[in-house]
């Protein structure tokens, strides 16, 4: 055994105190300070873990995980990869009902972190029997001593961001940030944030961000089900074709929509600009950050912190792959030219 303070126990040690970064490029047309909370520095790469570790450490807490329990969740790829994680450290099985928007190598990497995977397609209806949603609760029904993490309609998805990213966030900011712009999926991440830091100053403002294609701004205006607003989009994770109960609507001030070609260019600007690799719905908030500023949301003293969900390296086969970018016209009205590759 070596004596030393600086080992962690195990890798789930590492989940969370992600670092707040100040950016210094994308956003200097624009007036206020921007930082951003990026979650790809989790150990499973993504801010799911922080939800993963809670509400699994909870089921243990009130007795309903035991030894070789099986755990089962729908996603589009990194509550999965969290969720594969915790339960090798912790000894439990795990089923993943995954989109089938979710690309390949996400899917691979699933795999290789001991998850059994099942595939559904992504254009079912929520009641559909081939949706993910119905997949994972007939596995939950068949499989004997399973638990369902459910995290659109899980309080503790939300209370796991109240507990440590939003804390994090005012402790980085000394209390001082004026804005958050978040993406909202389930709605785990902003509604748990802006529960914290509205505690503690209620003046923050909370900036959710949406896609084209998704229900949750109109029904965050109008507290209607609007069917018209639903159609298919490419970004993986935000958004959303129902309406989570782990959402809190009224503890977000405003959404804004970003369109996939937007958010796609904003991810790659951020990885030249900034250094900073990191996924599609990153792009997705930098971008809706910026057309909030467009709109008048800062001024010169606005300190605004932007939550980055997760790491670039699950995007190789779409936003960084030119062909990709070219099969979804996104290189044709932009002036930016496909970075060259020369094959010698
Ligand atoms: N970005 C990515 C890449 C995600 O996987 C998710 C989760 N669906 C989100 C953003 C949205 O986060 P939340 O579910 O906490 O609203």
Redesign the pocket.
């Known amino acids: 055994m070596i004596q030393n303070t600086g080992i962690s126990e195990n890798i789930l040690d590492l989940v969370g105190n992600t670092p707040l970064i100040k950016l210094n490029k994308i956003t200097k047309d624009v007036p206020g300070n921007f930082y951003v909370k990026y979650e790809g520095f989790n150990p499973g790469h993504?801010?799911?873990d922080r939800i993963a570790l809670h509400i699994i450490e909870e089921a243990e807490r009130q007795g309903i995980l035991k030894e070789g329990s099986t755990i089962i969740e729908t996603t589009?790829?990194?509550?999965g990869f969290s969720i594969a994680l915790v339960s090798i450290i912790k000894g439990y099985k795990c089923i993943l009902a995954v989109n089938s928007k979710a690309s390949s190598g996400k899917i691979n990497m699933l795999k290789a972190m001991g998850a059994k995977v099942y595939v559904c397609p992504a254009h079912a209806k929520a009641d559909d029997p081939r949706s993910y949603y119905s997949v994972a609760k007939r596995l939950h029904e068949e499989t004997a001593n399973s638990v369902y993490i459910n995290?659109y309609f899980n309080q503790l998805?939300s209370e796991a961001h109240y507990l440590s990213t939003g804390p994090e966030i005012w402790n980085q900011t000394n209390g001082e940030l004026t804005h958050i712009v978040a993406?909202?999926?389930?709605?785990?991440?902003?509604s748990g944030v802006s529960k914290y830091v509205k505690e503690q100053n209620p003046n923050v403002k909370v900036l959710g961000v949406d896609a084209f294609g998704s229900i949750l701004k109109k029904f965050h205006e109008t507290g209607e089900f609007d069917k018209d607003e639903i159609y298919p989009y490419r970004i993986?994770?935000?958004g959303k074709n129902l309406i989570p109960s782990a959402t809190n609507f009224e503890l977000i001030d405003v959404f804004e929509k970003v369109t996939d070609e937007a958010a796609a260019h904003k991810a790659r600007e951020l990885a030249i600009t900034e250094g900073l690799f990191t996924?599609?719905?990153s792009g997705a908030v930098v971008q809706a950050a910026l057309q909030y500023a467009e709109k008048g949301y800062f001024d010169e003293n606005s300190k605004v912190v932007l939550i980055l969900?997760?790491h670039g390296s699950r995007y190789m086969e779409k936003i960084y792959s030119d062909d990709w970018m070219k099969e979804q016209g996104f290189f044709d009205s932009q002036t930016e030219e496909a970075p060259a590759v020369e094959y010698i």
């Open positions: 993504s801010m799911k589009s790829g990194n509550t995290q998805n993406a909202s999926g389930t709605g785990g991440t902003i993986e994770g935000l996924g599609y719905t969900p997760d």
